[in-house]
């Protein structure tokens, strides 16, 4: 019973590198999500995803990419990382999308940009 | 000013005590509302959902929703050093995104 596995949990990057996050998810969701957790701030919704081949922009998806080959898969990439982009990503996926949707998370990553 | 307002704490209690949070939202069309826990180190998890306006209990654990006052609260009775975390609140209008509140942190202490 994995749920949602998240990998690498802890990066640091110099400004500038790029890397992909890796969100797998065993519990054939079709809606997967990417968050970003600053402290005191909340969750805030990077991309999202309602199904393989199908992404979305959420509130913050400058500096972002994803994809969606997979129902399994949902990687977020950054291209040139920024210190604005310090912070705890977490991957999450559901089953269905409506009022109770129920969202499980995986244990998020730790990234530092210095 | 943001959408979802929670006191960050840390807010600290002894064992045994009734322990309760509330966040309080700007947005009259949000109808759902959550309460997720996050323990350090680990994703949120789904610990309470309410519809509207009034009060649903599961265990230890009230959620209460007062819409005429844009105010949420979750009630913890008989606390245990296994609910320090940190408590989120989330809300969604219907068919919208979900907004999170920035988190209390509780503190249990034996």
């Known amino acids: 019973n994995a749920g949602v596995t998240q990998t690498p949990k802890f990066r640091i990057l110099k400004i500038g590198q790029s890397m992909t996050l890796q969100c797998a998810q065993d519990?054939?969701?079709?809606?997967m999500y990417w968050y970003r957790q600053d402290p005191g701030m909340g969750l805030k919704l990077i991309y999202y995803?309602?199904?393989?081949?199908?992404?979305d922009k959420g509130e913050v998806p400058n500096g972002y990419n994803v994809s969606r080959s997979t129902t399994e898969d949902f990687p977020l990439r950054l291209e040139l990382a920024a210190p604005s982009q310090t912070s705890v990503y977490f991957c999450?996926?559901?089953?269905?999308?409506?009022?109770?949707?129920?969202?499980?998370f995986g244990s998020g990553t730790q990234l530092s940009v210095l | 000013q943001k959408e979802v307002e929670q006191d960050p704490g840390p807010l600290s209690v002894p064992e045994g005590a009734i322990v309760s949070l509330n966040c309080t939202y700007s947005?009259?069309?949000?109808?759902?509302f959550m309460w997720y826990r996050q323990y350090s180190r680990k994703g949120p998890e789904l610990l309470m959902y309410?519809?509207?306006?009034g009060n649903k209990e599961d265990g230890r654990f009230t959620a209460q929703v007062d819409k005429s006052s844009k105010y949420i609260s979750l009630f913890i009775r008989d606390s245990q050093p296994s609910d320090s975390a940190t408590y989120l609140c989330?809300?969604?209008?219907?068919?919208?995104?979900?907004?999170f509140g920035g988190g209390t942190r509780v503190l249990v202490k034996p």
């Open positions: 999450a996926s559901s089953s269905r999308k409506g009022a109770n949707e129920k969202l499980f």
């Open positions: 519990m054939n969701h079709n809606y």
């Open positions: 995803s309602v199904g393989a081949g199908i992404t």
């Open positions: 947005n009259s069309a949000f109808q759902y």
């Open positions: 309410t519809y509207s306006s």
């Open positions: 989330a809300m969604r209008a219907a068919g919208n995104k979900l907004t």
